[in-house]
Structures are given as C-alpha cells and as structure tokens.
C-alpha cells in the first residue's frame, strides 16, 4: 500500500523559512516522480514543485528561486525547503506520487498526502 506523509508546516512571519517533508512508503520496482502541491479553500490545486527519479525539478513560476524540492531516494523522503516565505504562500501542501516523468498537473498524481499547513503572516 502506497503512504504519503507530511510534515513540517506551521506558522511563520513573512521572509521566514519552513522545510516540509514527506515520508513515503512506495512499492520497489516502480519509478515515482513527486510533487509538492498546494491549496487555498475555494481555489484549485496547484502545483508548486516536482521531482523526477534522477533530480531533474521544476517550478511554478511564483516559488522560482525561492523554494527548492529535493528527494532522498535512500530515506524515501522528499523534501521542500522553503525561503522567503510570502502571506500568498499561505495555504494546506500536499505531497503527491505518480508512477512515470514528472507533471505540474494534480490530476496526473494517483498518490497523495493529507498535507500539512503553511501560513505565513504579513
């Protein structure tokens, strides 16, 4: 069975930090790409960061050079580090797997986390 699990959100002032991690239990054999997403009440899905099996990541354009998504395939664990942290980064993230390349798309994802929050205050 496969299990995603958050943690590491919490509350913040805005230019702080916060380093989210999700321990995943997969099943050998398959190669996952992850993901980070988030959400705000009202809005959809959004993708923030994704992660390949070989590192190769990429970015929505409002966390570029702000955020950096990694994964420790020894400890299956993916990480998001996040700096400068902005109110409009405030919102519920999630941690989500799929088996294949990487997408910025929630829908491709089959796995998912029960997230943890990020609020951020002005």
């Known amino acids: 069975q496969v299990q995603l699990a958050e943690s590491g959100g919490g509350s913040v002032q805005a230019g702080g930090s916060l380093r989210l991690s999700c321990a995943a239990s997969?099943?050998?054999?398959?190669?996952?790409?992850m993901a980070w997403f988030r959400q705000t009440p009202g809005k959809e899905r959004e993708g923030v960061a994704s992660i390949d099996t070989d590192g190769i990541a990429n970015y929505a354009d409002s966390v570029k050079g702000r955020f950096t998504i990694s994964r420790d395939n020894a400890k299956s664990t993916l990480y998001l580090q996040m700096n400068s942290l902005k109110p409009e980064d405030t919102a519920m993230y999630y941690c989500?797997?799929?088996?294949?390349?990487?997408?910025?798309?929630?829908?491709?994802?089959?796995?998912w986390g029960q997230g943890t929050q990020v609020t951020v205050s002005s």
């Open positions: 989500a797997a799929r088996v294949g390349a990487r997408s910025t798309w929630w829908y491709d994802y089959r796995y």
């Open positions: 997969l099943y050998t054999g398959n190669s996952y790409s």
